[in-house]
């Protein structure tokens, strides 16, 4: 407190005087008393105190760091072989008193100082300190630790693991595993901080990792399987409590994607791929056979992950109005094609329209699965669930959709006992979807 009380000028008088060998700069007194400071930060028995048995210690001594990397630059520059391990050989500690001032003395060490990577054993002295925190999901202060782990990344990424795929993909396997923490499991904030950091850190390393031709498709792949694992987590894997973050965690995931696209065409085939893949999921999920309350759940679940690209689009729609109406002039609102108001700006947002459009298929795999076990089985969840799409989504595209789906993919599953003509039955389902769509069309469907 004292050192982070001392004016600035102060302490550059104080070092220009060390420099020189005497105290005559800007007064003996003040000289000393400077010198005195840098003398007692070069006492290696107080940085000791890092690992002191008492927290409040601790934190103490990583606070002392961090203020010192405030206040004297120049002096942390040339401890950077003695405070950079003792930093960064600590992100391991889990005491709730400590992270705090550690945190804060990990990104003053990782911004500060450039060198830091060259006094650090990365992978002996911070990668399994890491590792355990990401798995632990922050040991109860996620939302302390986490909103630091972009910025830790992005240093690590630069200066050390710009080309290697295993680095990323560890990293997104152990935040991935943070979310089985017992704390964040019992906790929505907390919960919401690790996803929050998932989406960050998922776009970060795809976009900045440079993998090698040969390792590009596997890398790729082994990051859609975890976007489609984390679809299945939130349908029947993770607590009630943590199902709606999870479901937005993915929405904002494909969002985030699909705005980066017009900057990364290369990210297009990686899509459709994700979309075809999304789609498949859904429909597993569909058709999955599971008993009783299971199958409840999971069919709820869905839906409610089907209602939150919805919702979301809805939100951010309100949003982008309220903007325009607010400070937008009326130039803003002519489009190069002679006056009418642009189309994206009228719906709200480009990105929202095509988050929708990108799930397209995986509503129509699931409608058209649903129309089947309803004709087949009368299955009440499948119908609840037909509607529920329908409710939000029903527009002419889509019924077009699932029509063909149902003639050209899944015709053979209309044509069970009780359903031999599945001419007939398509034509009567086609109808109750144009009028459960409210639709008026201006052609009669084939």
């Known amino acids: 407190l004292t050192l982070q009380r001392l004016p600035t000028d102060f302490l550059e008088r104080g070092e220009e005087a060390a420099s020189a060998g005497d105290g005559s700069a800007g007064g003996a007194g003040e000289g000393d008393a400077s010198i005195s400071w840098e003398a007692l930060l070069k006492e290696k028995k107080i940085w000791k105190l890092s690992r002191h048995s008492n927290p409040a210690i601790r934190a103490a001594t990583f606070s002392l760091v961090a203020t010192a ?49 060259d006094h650090v054993n990365v992978q002996k002295a911070l990668l399994p300190g890491l590792w355990s925190m990401l798995v632990a999901g922050g040991n109860g202060s996620a939302r302390v630790i986490y909103p630091c782990l972009l910025p830790l990344l992005s240093k690590l990424s630069e200066k050390v693991y710009a080309t290697d795929v295993h680095f ?29 950091s998932f989406v960050e850190c998922f776009i970060y390393l795809l976009l900045h990792t440079q993998p090698t031709e040969l390792e590009r498709e596997t890398f790729h792949s082994h990051l859609l399987n975890m976007v489609i694992e984390l679809v299945d987590f939130g349908v029947s894997q993770c607590p009630a409590s943590q199902c709606e973050v999870v479901h937005s965690t993915v929405v904002r995931l494909l969002q985030a994607l699909l705005q980066a696209l017009p900057r990364e065409p290369w990210l297009g085939p990686l899509l459709e791929e994700l979309r075809r893949q999304v789609a498949g999921k859904v429909e597993q999920l569909v058709a999955a056979d599971q008993a009783g309350d299971k199958s409840k759940a999971i069919f709820s679940r869905l839906g409610d992950l089907l209602k939150c690209f919805q919702s979301q689009s809805r939100g951010k729609q309100s949003e982008k109005q309220a903007v325009k109406f607010s400070v937008e002039t009326s130039d803003k609102t002519e489009s190069t094609d002679g006056g009418r108001t642009d189309e994206l700006a009228a719906d709200g947002s ?29 299955s009440l969840r499948h119908s609840e669930l037909l509607s529920t799409v329908l409710g939000l989504y029903g527009d002419k595209s889509l019924v077009e959709s699932i029509c063909s789906s149902l003639e050209s993919e899944h015709s053979y599953l209309l044509k069970r006992e009780g359903h031999t003509d599945a001419g007939s039955n398509l034509l009567v389902l086609c109808s109750s979807l144009v009028r459960a769509a409210n639709l008026e069309l201006e052609e009669p469907m084939d």
């Open 350 to 378: 480009g990105e929202v329209k095509a988050a929708v459009q990108f799930i397209q298929p995986a509503l129509c795999a699931a409608c058209a699965r649903c129309i089947c076990e309803v004709c087949n089985s009368k």
């Open 168 to 196: 990323a993909k560890s990293f997104l396997e152990k935040l991935r595993s943070g979310l089985q923490a017992d704390r964040v499991r019992g906790s929505r904030s907390e919960c919401e901080v690790v996803m929050q």
């Open 69 to 117: 990397y405030k206040q004297l630059p120049g002096f942390v520059g040339a401890q950077a072989g003695l405070l950079c391990p003792l930093v960064l050989g600590s992100l391991g500690e889990s005491d709730p008193v400590v992270v705090g001032p550690l945190w804060e003395a990990i990104l003053l060490t990782v911004t500060s100082s450039e060198s830091w990577n």
